[in-house]
């Protein structure tokens, strides 16, 4: 009689740390979704200066980080980023009387003047369809920006890959999504 009391006390006593455990994990996960944030950095210019050369030309584009203006509302003190993963990025010809004929491929990369902060291929696509003026490049599943989020300025690089010598100036701009986690 002893050990069947004392068995159910510790089938309950299991019970209520299970629902304890489940509860906590339930509420952990509906935190971390509260904590993501979509932002969307549109018009990014860019533009190869002529004479360029078949292979690799790389433009870059330097962005400031305020981290008050990427949270918005959401910003507190003391606020720190847990990841930041390109979810679609976006090429388009800046002339609308251009393609991207020329071109072979495009990689996106992020880069720091902290040597601690190593530079990241974002997305990359190749080959380019020739004839189109948009290129919906594919990102990477292991990239994480979120050291470049610390800074105070990035340089997010394109680099085109010619197939030929060309002498005039390419133009493009750039969409880019990321998702966000942050405390």
Same mark, same amino acid.
């Given at each position: 009689?002893?050990?069947?009391?004392?068995?159910?006390?510790?089938?309950?006593?299991?019970?209520?740390? !299970?629902?304890?455990?489940?509860?906590?994990?339930?509420?952990?996960?509906?935190?971390?979704?509260?904590?993501?944030?979509?932002?969307?950095?549109?018009?990014?210019?860019?533009?190869?200066?002529?004479?360029?050369?078949?292979?690799?030309?790389?433009?870059?584009? !330097?962005?400031?980080?305020?981290?008050?203006?990427?949270?918005?509302?959401?910003?507190?003190?003391?606020?720190?980023?847990?990841?930041?993963?390109?979810?679609?990025?976006?090429?388009?010809?800046?002339?609308?009387?251009?393609? /991207?004929?020329?071109?072979?491929?495009?990689?996106?990369?992020?880069?720091?003047?902290?040597?601690?902060?190593?530079?990241?291929?974002?997305?990359?696509?190749?080959?380019?369809?020739?004839?189109?003026?948009?290129?919906?490049?594919?990102?990477? !599943?292991?990239?994480?920006?979120?050291? /470049?989020?610390?800074?105070?300025?990035?340089?997010?690089?394109?680099?085109?890959?010619?197939?030929?010598?060309?002498?005039?100036?390419?133009? /493009?701009?750039?969409?880019?999504?990321? !998702?966000?986690?942050?405390?």
């Amino acid at each position: 009689m002893f050990i069947l009391r004392f068995m159910k006390k510790i089938y309950n006593l299991l019970l209520i740390t !299970t629902i304890i455990l489940i509860s906590g994990v339930a509420l952990i996960g509906c935190n971390s979704e509260k904590n993501n944030k979509t932002i969307s950095l549109k018009n990014i210019q860019f533009e190869l200066e002529g004479p360029l050369y078949s292979g690799s030309n790389p433009a870059q584009y !330097t962005y400031e980080v305020d981290l008050k203006s990427i949270l918005g509302k959401d910003y507190k003190e003391g606020a720190t980023i847990n990841s930041a993963v390109l979810t679609s990025a976006q090429i388009h010809t800046a002339d609308s009387n251009t393609n /991207f004929s020329n071109i072979n491929s495009f990689v996106l990369s992020l880069a720091s003047d902290n040597k601690d902060v190593k530079m990241q291929e974002l997305a990359l696509l190749n080959p380019i369809p020739a004839n189109s003026k948009m290129a919906e490049l594919k990102p990477s !599943t292991e990239a994480n920006a979120k050291g /470049f989020l610390k800074e105070k300025h990035f340089y997010i690089v394109l680099d085109a890959d010619l197939k030929e010598d060309i002498e005039d100036n390419l133009k /493009f701009t750039a969409d880019l999504t990321f !998702t966000i986690n942050y405390n």
